[in-house]
């Protein structure tokens, strides 16, 4: 999603060659505009991997032409690394440390000191690979997001310069083999894990390594000079397109890195190894293409955050006018920070060897410092008023049984059973959006005396041949499916899913759904359909803290009830046949949108504790505005108390 540092071309032993900064162009602008949400730029983030070829690239040559000389030091290459690296990086996360402690509320806040601290360590893909899950806020709210591609590409530089040492002092004659084998493993792991969902594939080294070995494999004539001109032209018009096609044709619910990741691979190290002569080569050295692949380090590090911080105040993704300002401001600060940071720096007349060391050490220091006080902090809630930390409250809204309930399928966790120590007579069985849901059902069986047990799993709808992205999901839905059918007591079946997300509309998943509907029904059991939850476009406690904040409270509207009938014509129309069936049905947007605009608060409270899963108080207005009597003929026999089980 993020591309690494690109490196200085003036930093390669050969003549400068302007069609590699052309190239880095190619590289910066897809990410920029991808992030900028531009039309037709839905598969910038391949960006990164074009970044990451460049680099193994360039510095490799450096490497293997100093150590074949013999004339290779450590401390001289590290030395390099900071003056291109550390200036620029120390300046945007101070910038970003200020705005976001005057800009963020609590909660978005915590996270930030922590990523600067780790991205200051170039640790911020581990950190980042660590902070997953429903609350620890989205990419919108993590203006270093962009930092784990650095972590990763330094990483990789403190091995790979001992690496090639020992394979020039030990195995010269191995020395292709040894690293197309290290290449070849790498992207196994990337194929082989590139359905993996934890985030590991993306973010960490071993499964991106690979990337900057195709760079490296170049740099040491592993591949063969390119015979004839045609064929040449041949081939670096094809590695242009093997980019240009993922930039366009990838989104985000591309399986990616992995086997896509190799067309922008190979199209860019078909590019950096024929593109010079050629007519793409003197395409990618026109003056624009080259002014921007100079700014690309700093356009890089100042763009992503600045597109977070004009959303987060703004509540609403790039658009229209204001997305062309936002672009040229990140220009603007690239170009800024180039002339200004990176050059002086660079410049070894202006700054000696042991200066930068200086440098960088106290940088390291004083971020350290600065991103720890701010941990220290917590969230700073002093800055607020209280109607605005109400609001803002309203995050932490979620079900307390949401970690131990939910994907237990995934985790291999027993479901859990809630309400009345008695055996259950109801089950709950749908996605994420059913947790807070599952609870508030849970509180009225409880009254009656009944339980309720939960089967929820995230991104897997309730449907019957339903995999997704995640095959588990399939899985997960036939073991729910199965439980119901080996246990007779259970004479209710809730179904909830996030109908509205624009996916699950499509007319042969309703048809899936209407087969899993009747297959429930022919086992006896009384089906319960959830209606579609209306999704918000911002974030519903953050909104309201804004209107807080600006004392604006009472504007507080979400989207129409017509809005979001919509994006679910196909699930609608089966909703009066079900009915006629005897399938009962729950309305979110009947409690939430009876006025025509959908509530996202109510009593002071948000109804919502992201853009679109309910809060506790969202989940208990449905609940109690869609009431439905007890399952019929339920059998509630006494369960002594003992240890109490999972969700208790």
Not at 354 to 366: M, N
Request: hydrophobic letters at 50%; a positive charge.
């Amino acid at each position: 999603m993020h591309g690494p540092v690109p490196i200085a071309a003036t930093d390669h032993p050969q003549r400068y060659r302007r069609d590699i900064d052309g190239l880095r162009a190619l590289a910066i602008l897809p990410v920029l505009l991808f992030h900028a949400h531009v039309p037709g730029f839905s598969g910038g983030y391949v960006g990164v991997d074009i970044f990451f070829v460049i680099s193994g690239y360039l510095i490799t040559g450096i490497l293997a032409r100093d150590i074949d000389r013999g004339q290779f030091s450590l401390i001289r290459f590290y030395e390099r690394r900071f003056r291109r690296i550390i200036p620029a990086l120390a300046l945007m996360l101070v910038v970003t440390l200020a705005v976001s402690a005057w800009l963020y509320f609590p909660g978005d806040l915590e996270g930030v000191p922590r990523s600067a601290l780790a991205a200051t360590l170039f640790a911020s893909n581990l950190w980042f690979f660590t902070d997953t899950g429903y609350f620890a806020g989205g990419a919108d709210a993590k203006p270093l997001l962009h930092t784990w591609s650095l972590a990763v590409e330094e990483q990789y530089y403190i091995g790979f310069p001992l690496l090639l040492m020992l394979l020039a002092r030990y195995a010269p004659r191995w020395r292709t083999a040894a690293l197309a084998t290290f290449a070849a493993l790498s992207l196994a792991l990337a194929i082989l894990m590139q359905r993996d969902t934890s985030g590991f594939t993306f973010y960490l080294l071993p499964t991106r390594a690979w990337e900057l070995f195709a760079g490296v494999l170049l740099a040491i004539g592993a591949v063969p000079s390119i015979r004839g001109r045609l064929v040449a032209e041949a081939l670096v018009w094809s590695g242009l397109l093997a980019i240009a096609l993922p930039v366009t044709l990838y989104d985000r619910t591309t399986i990616f890195p992995g086997l896509t990741a190799l067309p922008p691979v190979l199209g860019a190290a078909v590019l950096l190894h024929g593109a010079p002569g050629t007519s793409v080569g003197r395409l990618l050295s026109q003056p624009p293409l080259v002014g921007i692949g100079l700014l690309s380090y700093s356009l890089y590090l100042w763009h992503w955050p600045l597109i977070v911080f004009v959303e987060y105040a703004t509540d609403a993704p790039l658009a229209g006018g204001l997305r062309l300002g936002v672009i040229a401001a990140a220009l603007a600060l690239a170009y800024l920070s180039w002339r200004y940071v990176e050059r002086p720096f660079r410049d070894r007349s202006r700054i000696s060897d042991k200066g930068i060391f200086r440098f960088t050490t106290v940088a390291i220091l004083l971020l350290c410092l600065a991103s720890g006080g701010l941990m220290a902090m917590g969230g700073w809630p002093s800055r607020f008023s209280a109607p605005v930390l109400a609001q803002i409250a309203g995050r932490n809204d979620f079900s307390p049984a949401r970690k131990r309930c939910h994907d237990t399928y995934m985790r291999g966790a027993p479901p859990c059973i809630s309400g009345a120590r008695v055996h259950p007579d109801a089950m709950l069985w749908g996605d994420s959006h059913g947790v807070e849901l599952a609870y508030a059902l849970s509180l009225a069986a409880r009254a009656q005396g009944r339980a309720l047990v939960q089967r929820t799993t995230s991104s897997c709808p309730p449907v019957l041949g339903y995999d997704g992205r995640d095959p588990r999901c399939a899985a997960a839905n036939r073991a729910a499916f199965a439980a119901l059918r080996a246990d007779p007591e259970i004479r209710r079946i809730y179904l909830i899913a996030f109908w509205a997300n624009g996916d699950f509309d499509a007319p042969d998943f309703v048809a899936k759904l209407d087969l899993t509907i009747a297959m429930i029904r022919r086992e006896g059991r009384q089906v319960v359909l959830i209606g579609p939850v209306p999704p918000q476009p911002f974030d519903v406690p953050r909104h309201l803290a804004h209107l807080a904040r600006a004392g604006r409270l009472d504007e507080a509207r979400g989207v129409s009830r017509a809005w979001v009938e919509a994006r679910t014509p196909h699930l609608r129309a089966l909703f009066s046949r079900w009915q006629q069936r005897g399938v009962m049905l729950i309305s979110p947007l009947q409690a939430l949108c009876a006025s025509g605009a959908c509530a996202i608060a109510a009593d002071g409270k948000p109804l919502y504790f992201d853009s679109h899963h309910l809060s506790v108080a969202g989940a208990l207005r449905v609940v109690r505005d869609g009431a439905i009597p007890p399952p019929a003929h339920s059998q509630r026999a006494a369960i002594p108390p003992p240890a109490p089980r999972p969700g208790r």
